[in-house]
Every structure is written in C-alpha cells, then in structure tokens.
C-alpha cells in the first residue's frame, strides 16, 4: 500500500488499514512494486497509464479530493483498477466560500480594506455598491455544491438563477433557481459563481465573448477549476474596469512562482486554494479516502468510486 501525497499520515493510514494485511509506505513518483494493491493520491499527483505499468498488482486508486481529472479512470478501468474520490467531504465549505466571496465583491469589502490599509479613508473607493436583496446570483453547475449555493444565496434575498445542461428545467427549479441558458444567466445576473467540472466541454467554458455578456459592475466567482475561465480575457476586463470584480481560489500554477505569479489586477481577490478547508473537512477528506481502499481490500464495492471496473 502506497501513500503518495504529503497530506496523508501514514500512522494513522496504517490504524485505518489495520487487520487487512497490507503494508504501508510512504512513496513518491515514479511508483513501482509487483505487490502493491493501493494508491493513495491527492490533487497534485498524476496517475497515467505509465504509472500503471509499473503496478501490475494495483487494484484502487483513491484521491483525497471530489475531482478527479488527474487520475486516468478510463486507463485504470480497462485494467479492473477501482478510481475513488471524496465527492462531498467539503460541500459545506465550497458554498459557503463562494457566497463570502461574492459578497466581499458586492460590497467591495477587499478593496476598501485595500484602501484603508494605504492610508486612505474614501468611502467611495469600490465604486458603486449593490444591495444584496433583489439583486441576481447565478449559479453555474448545480450538483451538491451548487445546489448548496443556491440554497444559501435565496436566503439571503438573491434573486437566484441556475444553469446546468445535465438537468432539466423542472430539477433546476428544483434546487430552488430559476432556469437558465448560460448566455441568459451570464446576461441577466449581478454574480456569477462557477460549480462544474472540468471536462472538454467546460474548458475555456468562460471566455471573452462570456464575458462580455456579463452586465456592466457584474463580478464572477471560480472556485472550481482555473481552465474553466480565459484568465486573459478575465484580466482585461477587470483593467478596463467594466466588470465590477472577480475571486479566484483557484489559479493555473499552484502555488505560484517568480515565473507564474498569482495575478493582482484590479478588483481580483485571490484565496489559497482553501475553499474546500475546515478542520472537519481536512479529516473526512483522508480518512474516507482511505476507508474507499480498505472497501476494497475486504471485497467490498466502496464508497466514492467513479468507475466500475
């Protein structure tokens, strides 16, 4: 049993894994072993097809994460190899992450924090501020997270719209949003927050022309994947101070660098990557990783599993 990411204790995989016969090792890639039967992953770990090669022996792959994209499950599923994640370990904090953003947006709160910290006192810094009530909040991909949002948003007293091409009109309405196309909801909407994976088909799903539908002073929110926004086209808009704001927990290159910088344009907001963290999300999200492998050591189907080998 292999664990390949930092945020894993081993002693405590071990306590977990007890009494099913396997050891466990703490390894970092490239990965190797005629004897290994599970891998224990995170986010910034790849799991390809080589990677496979070199564990015939390999009978689940489990990431501490809901995404999945960095493992290959179609690879792993031709070779009978379980892929498991933790699909709802931080509903909680991602809704609750998005919706503070947007409101620090909404009402500037970053940017007049900015404004008092370099020595000034303008009230007026931020611009033109919205009353929450009334004003339109659209949510894009409404599974757990979203659905959460939405939930969250309507109490508040948004006007909450919902788009999500798996859903019809009658379950978005559902959730408690009102129906929309993208274009509509991009149009229409004071906020926009972003809740979908990251495919082919939401790849670039924000760009210049999404954009551009946006209402002048509207602000966007990612928490979700950095691909799924053009970030140039993003940055141009923020300089050109037509949108009034942005939040991103999430950027191409984490952390960044002296090469890759996290951006600092105008009215952005950049987070760590932390919309997922809370001290009791940090625990589910390893401990129910490694139950999934002990599922399957015992012969039992387990819990998060995305394929179906």
């Known amino acids: 049993m292999l664990v390949g990411d930092d945020g894993y204790d081993a002693e405590q995989v071990r306590a977990l894994l007890d009494g099913t016969g396997v050891n466990v090792t703490e390894a970092r890639e ?11 992953v995170g986010t910034e770990t790849e799991v390809r097809g080589a990677d496979l090669d070199r564990l015939p022996a390999l009978r689940i792959v ?29 509903v909680e904090e991602v809704a609750d992450h998005a919706l503070a953003l947007v409101l620090s947006l909404l009402r500037g709160v970053v940017v007049l924090d ?51 091409p798996a859903l019809t009109d009658e ?9 929309a196309t993208l274009d509509e909801l991009l149009a229409a909407c004071h906020a926009v927050s972003l809740h979908v994976a990251l495919t082919p088909a939401t790849q670039g799903l924000i760009g210049e022309r999404e954009l551009a539908l946006m209402p002048d002073g509207a602000v966007l929110v990612d928490t979700a994947r950095p691909q799924l926004v053009d970030l140039e086209a993003l940055r141009r808009e923020l300089e050109s101070e037509r949108l009034g704001g942005a939040a991103l927990d999430v950027i191409p290159v984490e952390p960044p660098t002296a090469e890759d910088p ?14 997922w963290y809370s001290t009791e999300a940090e625990e ?9 492998v002990r599922a399957v050591l015992e012969g039992r189907a387990p819990d998060g599993a995305v394929n179906r080998p």
Not at 62 to 89: L, M, N, Q
Not at 171 to 179: E, K, S
Not at 262 to 273: C, E, F, K, N
């Open 62 to 90: 489990a990431t501490c994460s809901v995404g999945f994209d960095h493992v290959d499950v179609e690879e792993a599923e031709r070779r009978g190899v379980w892929v498991c994640s933790v699909p709802d370990y931080c």
């Open 284 to 292: 589910a999200c390893y401990t129910r990783a490694v139950l999934s």
């Open 30 to 40: 490239p990965w190797g072993g005629e004897d290994v039967v599970g891998l224990l």
């Open 171 to 179: 379950q978005i309405a559902a959730t408690g949003a009102l129906p």
């Open 262 to 275: 996290a951006p600092a344009w105008p009215r952005l907001v950049v987070t760590p990557h932390v919309a």
């Open 114 to 164: 900015r404004e008092v910290r370099g020595g000034g006192w303008d009230w007026r810094a931020a611009g033109e501020l919205r009353r929450i009530r009334g004003s339109r909040f659209g949510v894009v991909g409404l599974g757990r997270t979203g659905s959460a949002l939405v939930e969250r948003a309507a109490s508040l007293g948004f006007e909450v719209w919902g788009t999500d």
